[in-house]
């Protein structure tokens, strides 16, 4: 039976943070054993939707749960280990309940963010998860983003060499610091993903040099202490009380270098991440984006793509949009069935047989649902868990619990057109670089 968070106050929930679809909170209320050491994970909507109910009432509790919960205990639950993942269970809430918790916390939500969206009070389910940032230690909080250069067999030749050279994330980043946004460019995905200790030292002082520049505002890292997302102004606060705080910046990243790379280094998880990524991606999503292409122009559709031969094919950009009639764009979301049926493929014998190079057209729904799971682990964090940094504490021991996987909702078959422009944008930007074009070693490619 879910819990009634109607029956705490909404004062005893402070935020936590946010991402572009769910916003967080973690309960300080009275001893409860239903919520302490939890957080409510709450739907978003539009800053400007009109406010409808956007969920059917249609199980005899009401409001379905979130499909996310059924997702993570039936989908991701086989790819990454439970120890790796948060306890996650519905929640009953309500609007007026919602209404007033929005009124307490929205001033401590980022102006960019109050200005796109806000909770969605419509809802009558949230989630309540192991809070993994609330208890005293430091908590570390890694979007590390694309782990690999893509197959090169579907890439045109206007962005092969691009594409090969550079990695998705990094190509990205450039992108938006044109825009005036802060990004990390000094933080590569492939080196936080190479299992080599130089790099992965490099990565976390590119995480740091955003952090510490863009005042804690950049997306791919996050630090808290006690529940509480710091500043490089508090950065003090990551040490423990009995430390000198009036330590340099410099030095304070030294030891919480010192204290995360053994962890990363060690934990099984960036290895899964990078895995799964890459071999649900086989085809870049211009191969996946030429075969959907030949399917909506195939019939009856021929067993074989032309994909990987000499046959010359539009760009993207070039070919014919496909409208909102697009049978494969439109073709319906999958349901937690379809999931758990492509896992049972994913994860069988059969997928090392497929041979991407030539992909069969028959083959075209496993390669757009394995995109659309490879995208969830593209934009999923991590959260390690350190204690307070003492400069003289020996490596801490890694416990499986103390790296946990977040943000793992399912991606929609809708965004497959967002995917195709923002990729032909992010290389097209890239093109016009003329020098200096960074190089990120794929180590495990
Ligand atoms: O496309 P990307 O790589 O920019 O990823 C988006 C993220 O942007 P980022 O580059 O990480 O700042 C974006 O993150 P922010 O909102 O920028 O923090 C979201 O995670 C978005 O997914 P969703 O809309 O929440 O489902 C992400 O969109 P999807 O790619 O998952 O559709
Ligand atoms: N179990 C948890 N414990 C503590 N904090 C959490 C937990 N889950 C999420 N958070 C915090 O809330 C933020 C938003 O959650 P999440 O990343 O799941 O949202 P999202 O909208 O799906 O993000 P994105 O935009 O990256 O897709 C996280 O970045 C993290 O700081």
């Not at 969605?120 to 389910?125: A, L, P, S, Y």
């Not at 390690?384 to 103390?402: H, M, S």
Request: with cysteine; aromatic share 8%.
């Amino acid at each position: 039976m879910a819990a009634h968070v109607t029956n705490t106050l909404p004062d005893h929930w402070k935020y936590v943070s946010e991402g572009g679809a769910t916003i967080v909170f973690s309960y300080f209320g009275p001893s409860n054993p239903q919520f302490d050491g939890t957080v409510l994970r709450l739907r978003k909507t539009l800053a400007t939707s009109v406010e409808e109910s956007s969920f059917v009432e249609n199980t005899t509790d009401g409001e379905q749960d979130d499909p996310m919960l059924e997702f993570q205990h039936k989908c991701m639950e086989r790819l990454i280990p439970v120890e790796h993942l948060p306890r996650l269970e519905p929640v009953h809430i309500d609007r007026t309940w919602l209404e007033s918790l929005a009124a307490l916390r929205d001033a401590e939500r980022p102006e960019d963010r109050r200005r796109r969206d806000r909770i969605d009070v419509t809802r009558t389910k949230g989630i309540l998860a192991t809070d993994l940032v609330g208890g005293d230690w430091v908590a570390v909080e890694i979007k590390p983003k694309w782990a690999f250069l893509p197959n090169p067999a579907h890439l045109s030749d206007a962005t092969r060499s691009i594409k090969m050279q550079t990695c998705r994330f990094c190509m990205h980043s450039a992108m938006k610091a044109r825009a005036g946004d802060a990004v990390p460019l000094g933080y590569c995905p492939l080196d936080l993903f190479s299992g080599d200790e130089t790099r992965i030292r490099t990565a976390i002082y590119g995480l740091w040099a955003a952090w510490d520049e863009s005042k804690g505002t950049v997306n791919n890292l996050k630090i808290f202490v006690r529940g509480r997302k710091i500043t490089r102004d508090e950065a003090s606060l990551i040490l423990s009380s009995d430390v000198d705080a009036a330590m340099s910046t410099e030095d304070i990243r030294e030891h919480f270098t010192a204290a995360l790379l053994p962890l990363l280094l060690d934990t099984p998880v960036l290895l899964t991440l990078s895995k799964i990524q890459r071999t649900l991606d086989p085809l870049d999503i211009e191969g996946l984006s030429h075969l959907w292409r030949l399917r909506e122009t195939t019939s009856p559709p021929s067993t074989h793509a032309a994909l990987g031969t000499d046959e010359p094919r539009d760009e993207p950009h070039t070919a014919a949009p496909i409208d909102v009639s697009s049978l494969v764009l439109t073709s319906p979301e999958p349901t937690t069935s379809d999931w758990i049926d492509f896992l049972d493929t994913y994860l069988s014998e059969t997928i090392p047989q497929l041979d991407h190079t030539y992909p069969d057209l028959d083959n075209l729904r496993y390669y757009l649902l394995a995109y659309l799971l490879s995208a969830t682990f593209k934009d999923c964090s991590i959260i390690v868990r350190l204690e307070r940094l003492r400069p003289e504490t020996l490596a801490q021991a890694v416990k499986p619990e103390y790296v946990t996987v977040i943000d793992l909702d399912p991606k929609a078959m809708s965004r497959l057109r967002k995917w195709e422009k923002l990729d032909h944008e992010i290389v097209t930007s890239y093109a016009a670089v003329a020098d200096n074009r960074k190089i990120c070693i794929d180590s495990r490619g």
